[in-house]
């Protein structure tokens, strides 16, 4: 069920007053678990998990969207999330096995009026879906948001062992991570905390800027650790509107039913954004 406002008040402030232990998190973890014979490994009940979103967006994955600015990463994260949770029919995927149960999206720049007029359109006002707000996160005094920083990383950690969202957004890339985009050394450390949210079962969804070229802006390293990577184009389309072009580029546990496509973000009478496919 839903949390309510004071139970949200309480993560909150549990956040604000855990400490993190400085030994423990330094301390090097010595090979014992992670080592297995084969038919050890082969004898363990291990199935996939089940899938929120057609067949690639398995719980516990990691997927980035990565486009141009203004092209469309937001709306159609977002528009993921409420097909996850069984609230929206996206550009020709498929349901998957299982709905997810609840939303994490957390925001990097989008003062609180765009973040909630950007919801409203996509999100029906009772979804399981719980905001974060970098902005008004800065305007409280908070100050470098980087999942470089280990302090940061606990209370990441923590806010979500306490919510346990089934699906996190960070929208976008840049805004939580303010290492050398260019060098893998770096990107190998957000690598890391996203595999250690994973094994929480959190399905994640990252957004990024692309390059110039189209690719997605940075090192080669970065989507090391993705399993779906989404890349989209600004689309010119005779007769105008906001289209965009889809293409995957990865998918680890399979293609879905529309790998790449042509789509446009439109807003109806009632304020509800809808993705239509050409």
Not at 56 to 72: C, D, E, R, W
Not at 73 to 86: E, R, Y
Not at 225 to 237: P, T
Request: charged share 25%; net charge negative; glycine share 8%.
């Amino acid at each position: 069920p839903p949390l309510s406002e004071q139970e949200l008040k309480g993560i909150a402030e549990s956040i604000s007053r855990y400490e993190p232990d400085e030994a423990e998190r330094i301390e090097i973890v010595p090979f014992k678990d992670e080592l297995f014979k084969l038919n050890t490994l082969m004898d363990m009940e291990l199935q996939q998990p089940p899938s929120f979103l057609d067949n690639f967006m398995v719980k516990g994955s990691l997927t980035m969207i990565h486009a141009p600015a203004g092209v469309g990463k937001t709306p159609l994260a977002m528009a993921m999330c409420a097909a996850m949770l069984g609230q929206y029919n996206l550009i020709g995927w498929e349901a998957g096995d299982q709905p997810a149960d609840k939303v994490l999206y957390m925001d990097g720049e989008l003062p609180k009026w765009l973040l909630k007029h950007r919801a409203a359109s996509v999100f029906n006002a009772q979804a399981p879906v719980y905001l974060f707000s970098a902005a008004e996160w800065y305007t409280r005094g908070g100050t470098g948001l980087d999942l470089q920083n280990p302090l940061i990383q606990d209370q990441m950690l923590h806010l979500v062992r306490s919510l346990r969202p089934d699906v996190l957004v960070m929208d976008n890339r840049s805004n939580f991570y303010h290492g050398k985009e260019n060098e893998n050394d770096d990107a190998h450390g957000l690598n890391r905390f996203l595999i250690q949210l994973r094994e929480l079962g959190t399905t994640i969804i990252v957004n990024h800027h692309s390059g110039k070229g189209g690719n997605y802006r940075g090192a080669s390293a970065i989507i090391d650790v993705m399993d779906n990577v989404i890349g989209l184009e600004r689309y010119d389309k005779e007769g105008g509107g906001n289209w965009f072009s889809f293409k995957f580029e990865k998918a680890r546990f399979g293609w879905p039913k529309e790998p790449s496509g042509v789509a446009r973000i439109h807003i109806n009478p009632a304020g509800k954004m809808i993705l239509r496919t050409s």
